[in-house]
Nanobody, 123 residues
């Protein structure tokens, strides 16, 4: 059974940084594309960033491009999201997602999700 556990969320001032991590278990990690999504109450889930199994392909939403960096360590079954120059509009619950298909991740779908970690950016 695939299990994803996020960590690293918290409260930060605007302009600050946070690093989210997601540890995966129950899967052959390098065979899975990984992604981060976020959601605020009353809004649809929003794609943030994705990375292929090898780490050679990545993508970002326009709203975070240039500020967020996704990376993965296949030896540690971990995907991370470095978030810099945080803005109040980045406040959300952040979710780690995994799927064998990078195309599914690109389409915003994934078979496996973590419980999420909350990020709050204050003004």
């Amino acid at each position: 059974q695939v299990r994803l556990v996020e960590s690293g969320g918290g409260l930060v001032q605007a302009g600050g940084s946070l690093r989210l991590s997601c540890v995966a278990s129950g899967l052959t990690f390098r065979s899975y594309a990984m992604a981060w999504f976020r959601q605020t109450p009353g809004k649809e889930r929003e794609f943030v960033s994705r990375i292929s199994g090898s780490g050679g392909i990545s993508g970002y939403s326009d709203s975070v491009k240039g500020r967020f960096t996704i990376s993965r360590d296949n030896a540690k079954n971990t995907v991370s999201l470095r978030m810099d120059v945080l803005k109040p509009e980045d406040t959300a619950d952040y979710y780690c997602a995994a799927d064998r298909s990078y195309q599914q991740i690109v389409a915003g779908r994934a078979n496996n999700w973590g419980p999420g970690t909350q990020v709050t950016v204050s003004t």
